[in-house]
């Protein structure tokens, strides 16, 4: 067995199983797993839009259910939909921003309202093309694709994560929207609960509030702010809200009855997001509890540079979480 080292300050150690095994980006894990699939399945589709997620793809036999449509998004819904009307499962691959909005109109239409089981894989969503600009920016996708009915919405928060919830999108009989990032995150404890579609994952449990997140970075703010949040001696449950649609409305409703309420934390606009998802749903079943959102305000986050960076720059960091928890709890009513 091949040793691997680190090098450390001139020396060499053993590399942890976590550096032999590296995070990998969501979207070369889907793409590796899609063409699996599709020598499992002959019903599978590739319908790409000149990503070139898919360059090098040694296809084999299945080379002829590889279609590279071009940049032409709202036909790529519409050749999506005829295939899947005459018996395919087309997986269908753009940039989250261009699938939210400038193919809506066919996703509403053409698959959403037929009830089609097209799988639309959406990379770079929220701010993960920050280095592209404002015109690259997803922070509308969740709020327009959890509105149309028959859609249901996920998205993982790491590496495992991204090959489950594929695996039990793929047998879903309706259309599915997977966001997916850019590049590579650290992937989640090995020890936390498998992620069902439906299902909130919990990664922590306390009781004086909910911090609700949604994305891979969002999700390690949150268990960031969580463990910030303990040095104070203020336990909190924090919930990965993978599935955006459907909503785990029995989670959320253990979660309004904590004191210091429920947090959000979402690479999103604060309209029509996982914040506004959340809210409408406690405040139906539960009312009476403080959603506090921490999501991009009402403004096109300005100019370029890192993921990270631009999180930062628009207020999604664990200090926001951290003031909100506390601010909720110093003004809870008493129960």
């Known amino acids: 067995m091949t040793t691997t080292t680190v090098p450390v300050a001139g020396h060499d150690r053993q590399a942890s199983p976590a550096e032999r095994a590296a995070p990998r980006a969501g979207r070369e894990i889907y793409r590796d797993a899609l063409v699996e699939l599709m020598r499992r399945d002959e019903r599978v589709v590739c319908l790409d839009s000149d990503t070139g997620l898919f360059n090098g793809v040694e296809w084999g036999d299945e080379g002829s259910r590889y279609v590279n449509v071009g940049i032409a998004e709202q036909g790529l819904m519409g050749v999506a939909a005829g295939l899947a009307k005459a018996g395919r499962i087309p997986y269908v691959n753009t940039m989250a921003t261009f699938a939210a909005t400038r193919a809506l109109e066919a996703v509403k239409l053409d698959i959403a309202l037929n009830n089609l089981p097209v799988r639309i894989v959406a990379t770079h969503g929220g701010l993960s093309a920050g280095h592209l600009g404002a015109t690259h920016h997803s922070l509308e996708d969740l709020g327009v694709m959890r ?7 996920v998205t993982p928060a790491d590496g495992p994560s991204t090959l489950e919830l594929l695996s039990q999108a793929h047998a879903l009989p309706g259309p599915v929207y997977v966001r997916l990032g850019r590049k590579a995150t650290p992937d989640l404890a090995q020890d936390v609960p498998p992620v069902v579609i439906g299902r909130a994952q919990q990664l922590r449990e306390g009781a004086a509030a909910t911090l ?11 268990l960031d702010a969580a463990d910030r949040l303990a040095q104070e001696g203020i336990e909190v449950t924090v919930l990965n809200m993978h599935s955006v649609k459907p909503l785990d409305t029995e989670a959320l409703t253990t979660a309004a009855r904590r004191p210091g309420g429920i ?46 960076h631009l999180l ?3 207020g999604i960091t664990s200090d926001a979480v951290v003031a909100h928890v506390n601010t909720a709890l110093r003004t809870s009513l008493p129960a």
């Open 147 to 153: 509105m149309l009915p028959n859609m249901t919405v």
């Open 212 to 222: 609700v997140a949604v994305g891979s970075l969002p999700v390690l703010t949150a």
């Open 263 to 308: 947090v959000t934390i979402e690479e999103h606009w604060a309209a029509g997001g996982l914040g506004s998802a959340v809210a409408e749903s406690v405040c139906r079943l539960v009312g009476g509890c403080s959603v506090r959102p921490v999501a991009v305000r009402d403004h096109f986050a300005a100019g370029t540079g890192g993921h990270g």
């Open 312 to 314: 930062a720059r628009n």
